[in-house]
Every structure is written in structure tokens, then in C-alpha cells.
Nanobody, 128 residues
């Protein structure tokens, strides 16, 4: 059974850092574009960042550019989201998503409908 799982969330002070991880069972992430989304209380889910299967293409939402970095591990089986200089407005549940089309998950805009598999999410809270 395919499962996607995120980890690494937590409580951090403004200006702090966290690294989120995304792994999957029943699916080899090596062959898939992967995206991160987030959903804050009372708001719609929004795309944060994505990385191509070969890890040579990345995209970031404007509100995280220069602060977040997406990457894959050497074997390309784990996807990371390094989040630096966190702000209170980054508080949200962060989701890892696998696209319906393995190569269709890393365009300049990210749309929920393009993704088939989702993790349960990991809570990130930025507060002093």
C-alpha cells in the first residue's frame, strides 16, 4: 500500500529553522517530481515548492524565495524542505505531494488537482 509521510515539523521561534522530510513506501520517489504544499488555519492550501525527478529543476512560491530550499537526497528517495528565517505567517500544516503524472509535478504554479498522493501533513508553528 502506497504511503507518503512527512516529518520534521515543530515549534520554532521567528528567525529559526526547520527541515522537513518526505518519504514514501510503495513508490520510488526517484522517478517523480515532488511538491510541498501548506495550509494555514482558515486558508486554502497553497503550493510552496517543487523539485523535478532528476532534481535539476526547482520552483518556489514568492513568499518563501530566498528562505526555503528544496532538495533530494543522493538516492533521490527522500525530499527535504529546508526552511530558514521562519516567520509567524509560515505557520501551517505542510504536506508532501506526489503528482498523477510523474513528470508533471513541478511547474511554475502548483495545483492540488495535479497531485494524487498526499501525506498526513506535519505541523509547523512559528511563534515566540
Amino acid at each position: 500500500q502506497l504511503q507518503v509521510a512527512e516529518s520534521g515539523g515543530g515549534l520554532v521561534q521567528p528567525g529559526g529553522s526547520l527541515r522537513l522530510s518526505c518519504a514514501a513506501s510503495g513508490l520510488t520517489l526517484t522517478y517523480y517530481d515532488i511538491a510541498w504544499f501548506r495550509q494555514a488555519p482558515g486558508k486554502e492550501r497553497e503550493g510552496v515548492s517543487c523539485i523535478s525527478a532528476s532534481a535539476d529543476i526547482t520552483h518556489y512560491a514568492n513568499f518563501v524565495k530566498g528562505r526555503f530550499t528544496i532538495s533530494k537526497d543522493t538516492l533521490k528517495t527522500i525530499v527535504y524542505l529546508q526552511m530558514n528565517n521562519l516567520k509567524p505567517e509560515d505557520t501551517a500544516v505542510y504536506y508532501c505531494a506526489v503528482p498523477k503524472d510523474p513528470g508533471g509535478g513541478c511547474g511554475t504554479s502548483l495545483t492540488d488537482d495535479d497531485f494524487r498522493y498526499w501525506g498526513q501533513g506535519t505541523q509547523v508553528t512559528v511563534s515566540s
